[in-house]
């Protein structure tokens, strides 16, 4: 039996929540000179195929955050669920199955693989899972990102945009329960990414794909349904439907 097996998607009827944080507690370090509390009792649901930007001062915690809820690292006390799925109820073992077969990373250092095609590299994660791509949307993907003609270079001949842009063709090419982005268009020029986020936008709009996302920049947090703001570890403020002028009106609130 495959390992994949451990952790089932999760049941139809569990879907009303694609990712979850309750009581989250994450602190650093042992001693009390040391020690950092990077989450302080953070609860907070993300609905399926919902645009989800998370925001706040540098140190706020988001990262933390998005890497409990992914699965790439444990809390302190509380709890993190990919769908039905209690994280602290798997192995290490069983966490990375979760995160080949479930979930997609776009992350700023691209982690693709240098002896790889852009082409091997989007659907490496497919093919460790055994899992059969559809042709179609691989296509649609690919055509989107106008990465047509790249498709046999490897990550060393492409630029940093191409490759950001072959790293959000990885994850989305599966269609895992959620995406993580941490900064995708950190490393872009501006017009490629308004593309990227005008992408990940269709992929929520048109496939009901569920993406959350950190950011500082408000333009890009606008392309979000939510944004939920951070400070020194705790939610302090959220914004539905937000556009780039309400988003900057509230980092000005917050004193950011
Ligand atoms: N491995 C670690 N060991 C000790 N402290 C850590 C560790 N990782 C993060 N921290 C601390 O936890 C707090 C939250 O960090 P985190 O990276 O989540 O913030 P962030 O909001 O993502 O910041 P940035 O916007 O600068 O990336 C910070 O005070 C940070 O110094």
Request: proline share 5%.
């Amino acid at each position: 039996m495959s390992q994949t097996a451990l952790v089932p998607p999760t049941p139809a009827a569990e879907r009303g929540v694609a990712a979850r944080v309750l009581d989250a507690r994450k602190e650093y370090g042992t001693d009390a000179e040391s020690r950092v509390v990077a989450l302080d009792g953070v609860s907070v649901s993300f609905a399926p195929g919902a645009f989800t930007a998370i925001m706040g001062p540098s140190g706020s915690g988001k990262s933390t955050l998005m890497h409990c809820l992914a699965g790439l690292d444990t809390l302190s006390s509380g709890q993190a669920f990919i769908g039905g799925t209690d994280l602290a109820t798997l192995s290490d073992a069983e966490r990375t199955v979760l995160r080949r077969d479930r979930l997609g990373f776009v992350f700023q250092a691209f982690n693709l693989l240098p002896t790889l095609t852009a082409e091997e590299n989007i659907s490496l994660p497919a093919d460790l899972a055994g899992r059969r791509l559809d042709r179609d949307w691989v296509d649609t993907v690919i055509s989107t990102l106008k990465l047509g003609d790249r498709l046999r270079h490897r990550p060393s001949q492409l630029s940093g945009g191409q490759q950001q842009r072959v790293a959000v063709a990885r994850a989305l090419v599966s269609r895992p329960e959620v995406v993580f982005a941490d900064e995708p268009t950190g490393a872009l020029d501006s017009r490629t990414g308004t593309e990227l986020l005008t992408f990940l936008r269709s992929a929520v709009d048109t496939l009901g794909q569920t993406v959350v996302m950190v950011t500082h920049d408000p333009a890009a947090a606008s392309y979000a349904d939510r944004v939920i703001f951070l400070a020194d570890g705790a939610i302090v403020d959220e914004l539905a439907a937000p556009t780039r002028d309400g988003v900057l009106e509230t980092m000005k609130r917050l004193g950011e």
